[in-house]
């Protein structure tokens, strides 16, 4: 008789369940429990999509938008995307070069599923978003990861990434502003990266750029306008986080034509094409005032500096100093080995499993982004909730000894 373990596929039993999921199943149970959790774990805005965005869904849906779409989206939005890239990016991508998914994490699978073969390799800049390392695996590719630590503010060198680079090398993954660090390359960083890849004609570059407009530097850079690169990147984002749009499920990339083409043809066998009054939203979005957008991104900020300014007051916490997205993740080694006397704390996993039990505040391993001395905390909750989970924070750290 076959069992439930049997039945199921290789490729599944050696898939990783997402660890912010598993953090965000453990808060609700201790809530059913009747504790006051809050919970840091989810990478998702707390703020509502813009009016002017779910009107126009409405309109859409009023004007009959609710059936299938083209694979690659909508002649408007494709079209919206392509003078975004332009007017944001500095970036050349025609409308057929783009194709709109359902979310940017399908996006980023349909770009695996089209480019990589069993044992083809992908350097990925670490810590990664999770996602990354399993979609690649899924794919048959292998992860390489590239790491840096917090001291570099978790920016790899010009000098690792060239020496990561193989022959089985098939892409550069990475992201800007970062999931999960917050980190943002600027432009000379970006340009030596470019200068490495200018050596290597056989590599294509996947920039994710979801967080692009929660961006406290000032200047947004995509590497895609390098001309050393520009005809080998794909340039990956969504709607999910500048707009809030996280349940829309709105993602797309601009990418060279044969590219763009393999990826609509693995989509067409998937999942066909993203909502249509979704994506007219979507169009809408692009083109309007962004100053929602900006509101939120100064709103971002200032929580920002709210987290970094509670963190440091807890000794042994050693925190990044993140220039977007909405997240701080600092390094915890320094608990490593401390016990409240009855939990000792051996890694990051530990860590956050002690903070979630005795403080009720829902974080996420490093482990599960490629760094286990550190830990994620989002700040995309209210400043109070904030201010009190970094209270409950730094009194259960101090009964470790």
């Known amino acids: 008789m076959t069992t439930t373990h049997t039945a199921l596929s290789q490729r599944v039993l050696h898939l990783s369940e997402s660890e912010t999921l598993?953090?965000?199943?453990?808060?609700?149970?201790?809530?059913?429990?009747?504790?006051?959790?809050?919970s840091l774990s989810l990478g998702e805005p707390d703020f509502d999509t813009p009016g002017h965005?779910?009107?126009?869904?409405?309109?859409?849906?009023?004007?009959?938008?609710?059936?299938?779409?083209?694979?690659?989206?909508?002649?408007?939005?494709?079209?919206?995307?392509?003078?975004?890239?332009?007017?944001?990016?500095?970036?050349?991508?025609?409308?057929?070069?783009?194709?709109?998914?359902?979310?940017?994490?399908?996006?980023?699978?349909?770009?695996?599923?089209?480019?990589?073969?069993?044992?083809?390799?992908?350097?990925?800049?670490?810590?990664?978003?999770?996602?990354?390392?399993?979609?690649?695996?899924?794919?048959?590719?292998?992860?390489?990861?590239?790491?840096?630590?917090?001291?570099?503010?978790?920016?790899?060198?010009?000098?690792?990434?060239?020496?990561?680079?193989?022959?089985?090398?098939?892409?550069?993954?990475?992201s800007s502003p970062c999931n999960p660090t917050g980190t943002v390359f600027d432009r000379d960083e970006l340009q030596a990266y470019a200068k490495v890849l200018a050596r290597h004609d056989h590599v294509y570059v996947v920039s994710d750029e979801i967080y692009e407009y929660i961006n406290f530097t000032h200047e947004h850079v995509s590497i895609g306008s390098f001309p050393p690169v520009k005809d080998r990147t794909i340039t990956v984002n969504g709607f999910a986080k500048g707009f809030a749009m996280t349940g829309w499920r709105l993602g797309y990339m601009g990418a060279p034509k044969f590219i763009a083409d393999a990826c609509a043809k693995i989509q067409g066998q998937v999942t066909s094409g993203a909502s249509s009054f979704g994506q007219k939203a979507g169009a809408v979005a692009l083109m309007s005032d962004l100053g929602p957008t900006v509101a939120m991104r100064e709103a971002f900020r200032e929580r920002r500096d709210i987290v970094l300014s509670m963190l440091e007051e807890i000794p042994g916490i050693h925190s990044n100093h993140p220039d977007g997205a909405f997240y701080v993740f600092p390094d915890i080694s320094a608990f490593f080995g401390k016990s409240d006397g009855h939990v000792i704390i051996h890694n990051a996993d530990d860590f956050c499993d002690f903070v979630m039990t005795n403080a009720h505040v829902g974080l996420v391993s490093g482990a599960a982004f490629g760094d286990p001395n550190c830990f994620r905390l989002s700040y995309a909750a209210s400043e109070e909730q904030l201010r009190e989970a970094i209270r409950r924070l730094k009194d259960v750290l101090g009964r470790l000894r």
């Open 22 to 38: 598993k953090m965000a199943r453990m808060a609700r149970e201790l809530r059913a429990l009747g504790h006051d959790v809050i």
């Open 53 to 174: 965005i779910k009107n126009a869904a409405f309109q859409a849906l009023h004007d009959g938008y609710t059936k299938y779409t083209p694979v690659a989206g909508l002649p408007e939005l494709t079209k919206a995307i392509s003078e975004k890239f332009k007017r944001d990016n500095g970036l050349e991508y025609k409308p057929e070069q783009i194709v709109v998914s359902n979310g940017a994490k399908q996006t980023i699978y349909n770009l695996c599923q089209s480019l990589l073969d069993p044992g083809d390799e992908v350097v990925v800049f670490a810590p990664y978003w999770v996602s990354y390392w399993e979609i690649i695996k899924l794919s048959g590719g292998i992860p390489v990861p590239v790491y840096a630590g917090v001291d570099r503010e978790f920016k790899p060198t010009p000098q690792q990434l060239d020496q990561a680079i193989t022959g089985r090398t098939k892409f550069v993954l990475f």
